[in-house]
């Protein structure tokens, strides 16, 4: 079973920070918060990992709050190719990854 | 970053023949291959680890004489539904491991959508 929370689905305006969330309250000190996307009809992209610390790239913020049981993944100018599913995901060393049901974000024009 | 492809990328075929989907890492060496399903609205379901020389480990539930697993080289792995029925329309998505350490990135190819009549 996935060992994360997520809202079914969000709504941004395009050209607006999309915020979403994400609760993993039994994190364990060697799991890392990893973030992907399903855009539909195609394979999970990478987004971002990681571990206690705040991370950017590219693409998007992590927010790792300091108790790590929950983050919150930010793409600070949301367009309407970022309308997909996003997966949040709690994985350790053992290389599987395990998706819930995340949280399907729709970019409004 | 890394790039994986997966052959066919749409395939229909009638019930009762096998279907053989291709998974390849293009630019990276991958031990671990995954192979995931995905029905129309649900999430990715994990069916098996492959790994590069050894027989692949299958998530409980999933019939290992069914959906046939090898990944002879570094770089593929393939995938055979046998005697595939309608119920085994799907979307089948493989990822790749690059390297080996255990929090290396997994890419995943674009998925091949499977539909059996």
């Known amino acids: 079973d996935a060992k994360t929370t997520q809202p079914p689905s969000m709504d941004c305006a395009e050209g607006r920070a999309a915020n979403l969330p994400c609760n993993h309250s039994?994190?364990?000190?060697?799991?890392?918060v990893y973030w992907y996307r399903q855009i539909h009809s195609q394979g999970p992209q990478y987004i971002i990992h990681?571990?206690?610390n705040n991370e950017t790239n590219e693409m998007a913020s992590l927010i790792i709050t300091e108790d790590r049981k929950s983050s919150t993944l930010i793409l600070p100018h949301a367009t309407l190719r970022d309308t997909a599913v996003y997966y949040c995901?709690?994985?350790?060393?053992?290389?599987?990854?395990?998706f819930g049901k995340g949280t399907k974000l729709t970019v409004n024009p | 970053g890394a790039v994986v492809s997966q052959h066919p990328s749409r395939v229909i075929c009638k019930s009762g023949t096998s279907v053989k989907i291709e998974c390849r890492s293009l630019?990276?060496?991958?031990?671990?291959m995954f192979w995931y399903r995905q029905f129309p609205k649900q999430s990715l379901m994990l069916m098996a680890t492959s790994n590069e020389g050894s027989k692949a480990t299958y998530e409980q539930g999933v019939e290992k004489d069914k959906f046939l697993i090898n990944h002879a080289s570094l770089t593929l792995s393939t995938l055979t539904v046998t005697s595939a029925h309608p119920e085994d329309s799907s979307f089948y998505i493989c990822?790749?491991?690059?390297?080996?350490?255990?929090?290396?990135?997994?890419?995943f190819g674009p998925g091949t959508r499977l539909t059996v009549l």
């Open positions: 990681g571990l206690k």
């Open positions: 630019d990276f060496q991958a031990t671990t």
């Open positions: 039994t994190i364990s000190g060697n799991e890392y």
């Open positions: 990822s790749a491991v690059e390297g080996r350490g255990a929090y290396n990135e997994q890419f």
């Open positions: 995901i709690v994985k350790g060393g053992s290389e599987k990854l395990v």
